[in-house]
């Protein structure tokens, strides 16, 4: 019995020490790997990393996508640019008229915008899972109709010496917007920033949280504001502000227009501004 106890623990122990061996994901998918910066992408597929990378350069793109139908993986390394310093103009992400765009799993830090996907052809593209930490003026700007942004954490943007207003998630077009966490969007003192968590175009804004915005002098907190004249609904979102004067929580463009349900605003000179009520909003100092 003691010899047959014995055997089990050793079998016990090989299947522990043989556990972290395993791989923590696989790569099979990938058309290929992204290992040296700055990079341009020129063909479909999906593009991946196995480790982190870093540039110093202070201006350009650190990946510029020139295709449509990728999908870069970034399998949570870091695509960083701090050394570049406060007064970077580099992209970390580019993207200009290409569809069917679809960024995850990077963690993005140090640049002056994290993710750029622009241009009128830019439909359909996706923005999920992504973390993006310490970029200098704007989190991630995407356009194109039928797009997504989704459960990503936008954290610390700002700090450029070359701008004064930061923003964490820029859209325009139809991009729904859902899930997302926004948290330090702070203006320089002295700047007379604004600091904003959304400013946006879009169909649906659902389930976003946004805190720790903070203004600078004359410049305003804007949690959620509306750039478009449509129809759009606002259901959802959490809001936290800084509390100071002429701040804004939700902000709609048109009295009437947007429809605005469910949301939780607090710490906003204005917790609702000329978006539709369609209740179940609660709104507090």
């Not at 050394?83 to 002056?112: K, S």
């Not at 959620?224 to 809001?239: A, E, K, P, V, W």
Request: glycine share 14%; proline share 1%.
């Amino acid at each position: 019995m003691r010899q047959h106890s014995i055997f089990l623990l050793f079998l016990l122990s090989l299947l522990f020490w043989a556990a972290p061996t395993q791989a923590a994901q696989s790569y099979d998918n990938c058309t290929g790997f992204i290992t040296s910066l700055p990079a341009t992408i020129g063909s479909q597929g999906t593009w991946c990393f196995n480790k982190d990378l870093n540039t110093a350069i202070t201006s350009g793109n650190a990946i510029a996508i020139n295709a449509n139908n990728v999908t870069l993986d970034c399998n949570d390394f870091k695509l960083g640019g701090l050394t570049a310093g406060a007064a970077t103009q580099t992209i970390g992400i580019y993207a200009d008229d290409h569809a069917n765009l679809t960024i995850r799993h990077c963690n993005i830090r140090g640049f002056h915008t994290g993710i750029s996907i622009v241009g009128s052809l830019a439909n359909g593209n996706t923005i999920e899972d992504n973390r993006l930490d310490g970029n200098t003026d704007i989190g991630m700007i995407i356009s194109g109709d039928g797009s997504i942004v989704q459960r990503n954490r936008v954290l610390d943007t700002g700090g450029s010496t070359v701008h004064q207003d930061f923003t964490a998630i820029y859209t325009s077009d139809s991009v729904n917007v859902v899930d997302n966490t926004v948290s330090g969007v702070v203006a320089t003192t002295g700047s007379n920033g604004y600091a904003t968590g959304l400013f946006m175009g879009g169909n649906f804004v659902s389930g976003n949280r946004i805190s720790g915005l903070i203004a600078d002098g004359t410049g305003l907190a804007w949690g959620i504001r509306m750039n478009i004249n449509s129809h759009f609904f606002l259901t959802g979102n959490q809001l936290i502000g800084d509390g100071s004067t002429g701040s804004l929580g939700l902000s709609c463009v048109n009295a009437g227009e947007g429809r605005a349900s469910n949301n939780m605003i607090t710490g906003f000179d204005t917790g609702l501004s000329n978006c539709g009520d369609a209740g179940g909003n609660d709104v507090s100092p």
